[in-house]
């Protein structure tokens, strides 16, 4: 947990669900350019970027996200963003929202190199 308790898994958790079977949305928060540049392959990511989250709100979300029990992970650059719109989701009523601690930027040190860095 951390100061707002919002919980947060680390990537080497993210690496075991990934190479699952699970179903789980990983909600991918960077901006256009930042996905470009680093990313992880796999079909349950979802990228919603968050300046899109600020002029839309909820509305930025495409069906996958929309159900509020759906167990979703959220993923940013280094970590801040994502625990930003876990908290701002589970104000709204999202009830499984979990932030990926380190993010991308810890994922490619620690798990996979190749998804890239900035």
Same mark, same amino acid.
């Given at each position: 947990?951390?100061? %707002?308790? %919002?919980?947060?898994?680390? &990537?080497?958790?993210?690496?075991?669900?990934?190479?699952?079977?699970?179903?789980?949305?990983?909600?991918?928060?960077?901006?256009?350019?930042?996905?470009e540049q680093?990313?992880?392959?796999?079909? #349950?990511?979802?990228?919603?970027?968050?300046?899109?989250?600020?002029?839309?709100? %909820?509305?930025?979300?495409?069906?996958?996200?929309?159900?509020?029990?759906?167990? %979703?992970?959220?993923?940013?650059?280094?970590?801040? #963003?994502?625990?930003?719109?876990?908290?701002?989701?589970?104000?709204?009523?999202?009830?499984?929202?979990?932030?990926? #601690?380190?993010?991308?930027?810890?994922?490619?040190? #620690?798990?996979?190199?190749? &998804?890239?860095?900035?």
């Amino acid at each position: 947990m951390n100061i %707002i308790e %919002i919980p947060e898994i680390d &990537v080497t958790v993210l690496a075991g669900k990934l190479e699952s079977d699970e179903l789980f949305v990983l909600l991918d928060v960077r901006e256009i350019e930042e996905l470009e540049q680093a990313k992880i392959s796999d079909s #349950r990511i979802v990228g919603v970027p968050m300046s899109r989250m600020s002029r839309l709100g %909820i509305d930025a979300f495409p069906k996958e996200v929309q159900k509020k029990d759906t167990e %979703i992970l959220t993923i940013c650059h280094h970590g801040v #963003r994502s625990l930003q719109v876990a908290e701002w989701m589970r104000a709204q009523g999202w009830t499984n929202v979990v932030s990926v #601690r380190g993010g991308i930027d810890d994922y490619a040190n #620690r798990v996979d190199a190749s &998804v890239g860095k900035y």
